[in-house]
């Protein structure tokens, strides 16, 4: 994230870990972690994860538009107030010019991250080499994009696999956030799970899955 973005990102988090939104923030983030586990949570969740569940309460969950009034500066109220707008989806990275872009495979949108994110700077890291897909919350502000800092990672294996889910998920009619939510269940059941095939964690029939919320 930005300095800017960064900044008012840790008083949101401060925010809504104190009462009176301590519990609701809380069952927010544990609600986003039930619908993105294949399999029971465990003690230990991945900090990927973990972040991403707070990415989630303060956009979809809209902690970040309701805490945005008790910040003084107009700019930092701005930059909360935006947030409740991030772009969710799951992106292939590329350079175009000297640029590093976004592109989401859900939506088909694409996003100029800024120079000075440092997320963008991580993942731009990575392109000279088969740079995995990943999923994150992009922020639009007036002067270019930024990525929230709740990215997570799919294997490089599982791009072309990822590829085919997204379309058939498309053209059964899912919404982003649930064509978002099975992936990262494919992902997590991946990571936790030993000996497991890439295409046993990531494939089409795996969209069918339900998740007790």
Known sequence: MTPALF?????????????????????????FLRRTSALPLLESVQEDRMV??????????????????????????????????????????????VHPVAFDLVSGASFVLLPRDDMARNLAADL?????LFEARIVAAADGCACLPGVIFHPPDASALIDQ????????????????????????????????KIGYAYRVEALDATVEV
């Not at 900044?7 to 609600?31: K, T």
């Not at 978002?180 to 799970?193: G, T």
């Open 52 to 97: 991403a569940a707070w990415d989630d309460a303060l956009t979809t969950g809209g902690l970040a538009s309701e805490l945005a009034p008790g910040f003084k500066d107009a700019a930092e109220r701005a930059l909360a107030k935006v947030m409740r707008r991030a772009h969710r989806g799951v992106f292939r990275l590329e350079r175009v010019g």
């Open 128 to 132: 000279d080499r088969d740079a995995p």
């Open 7 to 31: 900044a008012v990102y840790d008083e949101l988090l401060n925010r809504a870990a104190a009462p009176p939104v301590e519990a609701r923030a809380r069952a927010l983030r544990d609600a």
């Open 165 to 196: 889910i997204v379309v058939a998920g498309r053209q059964r009619g899912m919404g982003r956030d649930a064509l978002c939510d099975a992936l990262l269940r494919m992902q997590n059941a991946f990571s936790r799970l030993s000996r497991v």
